[in-house]
């Protein structure tokens, strides 16, 4: 499993930023696809996470409201849109897919390489 996020860059606190996980092949329709996010000196947290066979979505409470995951079932691909961008949500973030749904990184079995998120205050 190749799994590619792209998206990251810079933002303004109170901006917006689109991440985006592409599977090289396709997600199965039990595939769970995650984003998680990594500050310097932190633990790798969990952000989101969605079923990509039914959508179903999971968001961690910091987040909630504010971030949007979503599927492009044609493009193999999921998103994180990110909205009000605040200067906590700096962090290097992954893109995950495994075949249950969790919050711990141990749960996911693939992975895809960071991409940075800057947020200036």
């Known amino acids: 499993v190749q799994l590619q996020a792209s998206g990251g860059g810079l933002a303004q606190a109170g901006g917006s930023l689109r991440l985006s996980c592409a599977h090289s092949?396709?997600?199965?329709?039990?595939?769970?696809v995650a984003w998680f996010r990594q500050a310097p000196g932190k633990e790798r947290e969990f952000v989101a996470a969605?079923?990509?066979?039914?959508?179903?979505?999971y968001y961690a409470d910091s987040v909630k409201g504010r971030f949007t995951i979503s599927k492009e079932s044609a493009k193999n691909t999921v998103h994180l849109q990110m909205n009000s961008l605040e200067p906590q949500d700096a962090a290097v973030y992954f893109c995950?897919?495994?075949?249950?749904?969790?919050?711990?990184?141990?749960?996911?079995?693939?992975w895809g390489q960071g991409t940075l998120v800057t947020v200036s205050s």
């Open positions: 995950a897919a495994g075949s249950q749904y969790g919050t711990s990184h141990k749960d996911y079995r693939s």
């Open positions: 092949w396709r997600f199965f329709s039990s595939s769970v």
């Open positions: 969605i079923r990509w066979g039914t959508g179903i979505t």
